[in-house]
């Protein structure tokens, strides 16, 4: 039950596109098609950006794009917004029947 | 519109209890995993226990094995978690959420304290 391996700190300008990686093992990450991701503003509660990898929910706009490589996942944002300075965590479900959530990943945008 | 609701966090003492719960109102909550997620002060999330819709499947991070225990109510749209023999470690939000891996709406969180 280790907790997902995420970059703590990724930045970018306005326009620009950013990739958070997020990596985990064929016990979790490489192993199903059920990696999730969150955006959290201090003192917020968790929105979820992607699920199954690369589904977005409505409403989240379509700058936000998920992908897998093994057992790595990734999101990334494209034409970065000033609104987009957060938090972001990956979660996936386990071979156990938990789920896990990587360390997270503050965004910043210069 | 979903609505999921905690209360019961608190202040207690190391080696104290504490029963969270987490009313459910505009889903079909019989139809649902739910989650018990928590985030302690200026850290990351951790994904805590869940349970299937029926209530008998249950699942734990290695860390709370043998003192919390998730249970459910469908009759009263409720989840709980029962917190025994708790821990400095254990202070945290506890989020309720909806699923059983993906998480599509929380709760506003309950604060749970634990110190002497």
């Known amino acids: 039950q280790s907790a997902l391996t995420q970059p703590a700190s990724v930045s970018g300008s306005p326009g620009q596109s950013i990739t958070i990686s997020c990596i985990g093992t064929s016990s979790d990450v490489g192993g199903y098609n059920s990696v999730s991701w969150y955006q959290q503003y201090p003192g917020k509660v968790p929105k979820l950006m992607i699920s199954g990898v690369t589904d977005r929910p409505s409403g989240v706009p379509d700058r936000f794009s998920g992908s897998k490589s093994g057992n790595t996942a990734s999101l990334t944002i494209s034409g970065l917004q000033a609104e987009d300075e957060a938090d972001y965590y990956c979660g996936s479900y386990t071979s156990t029947s938990t789920g896990v959530f990587g360390g997270g990943t503050k965004v910043t945008v210069l | 519109e979903v609505q999921l609701v905690e209360s019961g966090g608190g202040l207690v003492q190391p080696g104290g209890s504490l029963r969270l719960s987490c009313a459910a109102s505009?889903?079909?909550?019989?139809?649902?995993?739910m989650t018990w997620v928590r985030q302690a002060p200026g850290k990351g999330l951790q994904w805590v226990a869940n349970?299937?819709?029926?209530?008998?499947?249950?699942h734990y991070v290695d860390s709370v094995k043998g003192r919390f225990t998730i249970s459910r109510d469908n009759a009263k749209n409720s989840l709980y978690l029962q917190m025994n023999s708790l821990r400095a470690e254990d202070t945290a939000v506890y989020y309720c959420?909806?699923?059983?891996?993906?998480?599509?709406?929380w709760g506003q969180g309950t604060l749970v304290t634990v110190s002497s």
């Open positions: 349970i299937k819709s029926d209530g008998i499947e249950k």
């Open positions: 959420a909806r699923g059983g891996y993906t998480y599509a709406y």
């Open positions: 505009g889903l079909t909550f019989s139809s649902y995993w």
